[in-house]
């Protein structure tokens, strides 16, 4: 039982959903997070209540979902925010649900919930659209998709307050990435924004979401994810700009990740409101003789592996030593705890059941792991970001490729569906509706993306081949696509286009190589160790001293210094 509430809450699993069928009532699903303040107030002020507890424990099977530590879970019950409160059938179908529900109004969803369950029964629940196993909207993958997506940035761009949208404010860094190649005023903006409105000035990191179109109604949630991924928009803004404002906002976030994340192998998922906005008002010295915020210092595998990219993006422009250590250690956390051979899982019962493919190629990624409690396997995000990760371990370090190429081999032999052509987000296998597949737009842009760098590092077209089939997936929709995952425009160009590409014949470290990252393009590939890529575009007779290639096409331009490097990337840009 939890212990602000009085639910005698089940844990995620078949044994809840048994449970159901064997007494014949419906079950009622909390989806709650460590880092969610209006999740703990509505234990304080609804579960906590006697007769609402009595009425879920007598009349429901009660389970309580970390969303954290059940992606699946979240994406299929989500009921657009945290806590939601959601009732299923025990076959896991779909009766109603909420948000948060004070006592008044969750006694009368419970009533209702009743009523039809005493009429219906099983045949009252349903399915949502998205898992109901109709085919994505496949189509062309062409230019009017990344053209449709700039034009949406024009479109959805608050001009006053900056930021995309007319109410509630999220930072959405991975369209900021795709607006600092096309809109770059508005990127650059909107990062100012988020500064003034979602930085913490004393522990630096970045605040959740405003709820306000002004930025204001700030929740003060930071969740490793999101701060990953906003350190490595802001290192992309200072790579364009060479703003220093930008770069020190960067460094507040490698601040609160190592100071307020770190647990000595890996971060932790996240950190809570604390309470309250009050907390963050006060200083430091206030802060210290203050109740602290909650934190789930649980490693997600994703998270890191996000954690992971951008710090060595930041590494890549800044030579920053601190963030290139916490890369290298948060690798070695993922690569011995995290990534495991499948066949090493096939005797273990957690996995049974077609939760992992014990004889499939590469590696699996395991969500998280603490004691003897271990979460999925082999999850779309976790595997696109650990690709990810390890690319560009692969350029900036010279190392990581084989990790990468392990990850996405995996998810291309057990989540890749070849008819459709398209990616589900997990094995398709589970309680509740976890073995329905659902296949999400979000996690194929992140693994699109890493399969694009690999089919450039491993000198391999088939990735390419996967990424264009799986972004082609949802091409038939491209006019439907928003600036919430203007990421999706960002790969559908890449793939339009040659990649830029510098392959290096130089030592890693180098001049010319620590050059070749810092060319103002956060799309391209830099390829240490090239002798794949420079095979029949590079005679004996060029092979003598340092240097850098600029691929394009068949054709390998060399420069023997970064000033050189740097005229021929702008001679074939202007070109």
């Not at 948000?99 to 109004?105: D, E, H, M, S, V």
């Not at 309680?431 to 597949?437: A, Q, S, V």
């Not at 007779?541 to 060399?558: C, F, I, K, Q």
Request: include cysteine.
């Amino acid at each position: 039982m939890d212990d602000d509430t009085r639910v005698e809450w089940r844990e995620w699993g078949a044994e809840a959903f048994a449970e159901a069928d064997r007494t014949g009532k419906p079950v009622l699903l909390s989806l709650s997070a460590t880092w969610c303040g209006d999740c703990h107030e509505m234990d304080v002020e609804t579960y906590a209540e006697p007769r609402i507890a009595a009425n879920v424990n007598d009349g429901f099977v009660p389970v309580r979902v970390d969303v954290d530590r059940h992606p699946r879970v979240r994406e299929r019950y989500n009921m657009g925010g945290f806590p939601s409160t959601v009732f299923t059938t025990p076959s896991g179908k779909l009766l109603t649900g909420a948000t948060y529900l004070g006592p008044g109004g969750m006694r009368q969803v419970l009533d209702r919930v009743r009523e039809t369950w005493d009429a219906k029964g099983e045949s009252g629940g349903r399915v949502p659209r998205a898992l109901a196993g109709e085919p994505t909207p496949r189509g062309p993958v062409d230019d009017r998709i990344e053209a449709h997506v700039a034009g949406q940035l024009g479109d959805k761009y608050d001009g006053e307050f900056a930021g995309w949208g007319s109410d509630a404010k999220f930072p959405l860094p991975r369209t900021v990435e795709f607006a600092l190649k096309r809109e770059r005023e508005q990127a650059l903006r909107t990062l100012d924004a988020i500064t003034r409105n979602l930085s913490d000035g004393v522990a630096g990191g970045f605040f959740r979401y405003a709820g306000a179109r002004n930025w204001g109604d700030v929740n003060h949630e930071k969740l490793l994810d999101s701060n990953a991924a906003l350190l490595r928009a802001f290192a992309n803004a200072y790579l364009y700009t060479g703003d220093e404002s930008y770069r020190d906002t960067a460094d507040a976030a490698v601040d609160f990740l190592t100071d307020g994340l770190w647990t000595g192998v890996a971060f932790g998922g996240s950190v809570g409101p604390a309470g309250g906005r009050s907390y963050y008002e006060l200083d430091a010295e206030e802060r210290e003789s203050a109740t602290g915020p909650r934190r789930d210092l649980t490693a997600y595998a994703g998270a890191n592996a996000l954690a992971v990219d951008a710090l060595l993006t930041y590494h890549a422009y800044t030579d920053d030593e601190r963030t290139r250590e916490y890369a290298e250690r948060t690798m070695a956390y993922l690569e011995d705890e995290l990534l495991v051979d499948p066949e090493s899982l096939a005797d273990d019962e957690r996995f049974a059941d077609g939760a992992v493919d014990a004889d499939a190629p590469g590696l699996a990624v395991v969500h998280y792991r603490e004691s003897d409690e271990v979460g999925e396997a082999g999850l779309l995000a976790d595997q696109a970001r650990v690709a990810a990760a390890f690319a560009r371990a692969e350029t900036v370090l010279g190392e990581g490729l084989d990790v990468a190429r392990d990850a996405a081999d995996y998810a291309l032999a057990t989540l890749f569906d070849d008819e459709e052509g398209s990616f589900r987000d997990g094995p398709a296998a589970g309680p509740g509706l976890l073995d329905r597949p659902l296949r999400p737009l979000d996690d194929t842009v992140e693994m699109a993306d890493a399969l694009l760098d690999l089919a450039v590092l491993a000198d391999d077209p088939r990735y390419r081949e996967v990424a264009r089939e799986a972004v082609g997936a949802f091409a038939g929709a491209w006019d439907r696509i928003g600036v919430q995952v203007a990421g999706y425009g960002a790969v559908a160009g890449r793939l339009c286009r040659d990649p830029l590409v510098v392959a290096l014949d130089a030592p890693v470290g180098s001049d010319l190589h620590r050059a070749a990252l810092r060319v103002a393009d956060h799309e391209k590939v830099v390829v240490p160790n090239a002798t794949a890529q420079l095979e029949g575009r590079v005679g004996p007779e060029e092979t003598t001293g340092d240097a850098a290639y600029l691929l394009v096409g068949d054709d390998a331009h060399r420069a023997e210094t970064p000033d050189d490097l740097m005229a021929l990337v702008a001679e074939h840009a202007s070109g």
